[in-house]
């Protein structure tokens, strides 16, 4: 395999890459209901700032049209929603030129499907992440947790119906759930019965209940918890979502390098690729002190990175259903 068919084999594994994840950021915008949003985008630096004027407390007083005292001020005032850069890439992998030459393959068939695979893993790993800084942030506001682990409550529709009450007069902006397949589980046990499947792809799946509200299914690690020898051991966050809770933006700075090297049993050949995303959480800003730039899985999924600005908790991304294993 000459070089030039190591060139060939990485310009479709990119195009394979972008035509399926394209494809699939938009079946995934709809069937979400927008409470996840996956877009493309092109950040430049570590942070992305996005200024917006506050809501202002009290707008609104009583008059009275005898008098003529002062009345008290209100200030209009900006405030800032910060997204954070993530960076990723890809291991090395080995694409040795007699492995292709072995088996006769034509490179573009190989590219292709490391595309497929990068789509994938790519798609798996945004909503991931993105899920695990929504839950980190949200658990450090009590108003927007419902906890029911203390009556050893299992995920069901009644206590998903209280966390969403914790919204108030505005429960119905509550789009979406992110559950764990466990509590799921729980729910068709509960006789909930959930038969019309929207979009599936990897370890991602979204459904739809016969109440309205659709169902994101991911065993994502972010959605299990486990404690040090308290009552219950274990168990499940649940995330309810409004629109636009959560923002994934592709930088579209993927880049990809390929290797040979000699010395060895046989030609080596290896390939890598790196890029970089976005995820902001609405009503939360990134803390650049405290989280850094380009943060560990650690850092983002650290509650005290994210700080709340938004002063109603009903201009939050959501709220935090916790529930026994």
Partial sequence: MALSDLAVYSEYAYSAMTEVLDQQINLFNAASGGTIILQPSAHQGDFSDEAFFAKISGLIRR???????????????????????????????????????????NPEVAGAALGQQLAGDALAD?????IGCAVAALSQ?????????????????INMTKAAGLYGDRASAIRAWIMHSGPLTDLY??????????????????????FGRVFIISDSPALQ????????ASG???????????????????????????????????????WSYNVGVTGFSWDKANGG???????????????????????????????AA
């Fill in 225 to 232: 918890w486990a404690t040090n020898g308290a009552t219950p």
């Fill in 126 to 130: 945004m909503l991931n992440t993105a």
């Fill in 236 to 274: 499940y966050y649940g995330l309810g979502l409004t629109p636009g809770a959560i923002r994934i933006g592709q930088n579209n700075d993927f880049d990809a390098m390929e290797d040979a090297r000699t010395g060895q049993e046989n030609l080596v050949r290896t390939y890598q690729a790196e």
């Fill in 293 to 323: 730039k380009s943060p560990t899985n650690a850092a983002l999924l650290t509650a005290s990175n994210w700080d709340r600005y938004a002063t109603s908790k009903k201009d939050l991304a959501g709220v935090l259903l916790k529930t």
């Fill in 63 to 105: 008059r009275n049209a005898y008098g003529d005292g002062a009345i008290a001020q209100r200030n209009m005032r900006q405030l800032v929603d910060t997204s954070v850069k993530i960076a990723t890439g890809t291991q090395e992998i080995r694409l040795d030129p007699g492995q292709f030459r072995w088996i006769q393959m």
């Fill in 141 to 157: 506001v009590p108003s927007n947790v419902y906890d029911g682990t203390a009556a050893g409550e299992k995920a069901s529709f």
């Fill in 189 to 210: 046990v509960n006789n909930l019965t959930n038969n019309a499947q929207l979009f599936k792809y990897e370890t991602v799946n979204v459904m739809q209940d016969p």
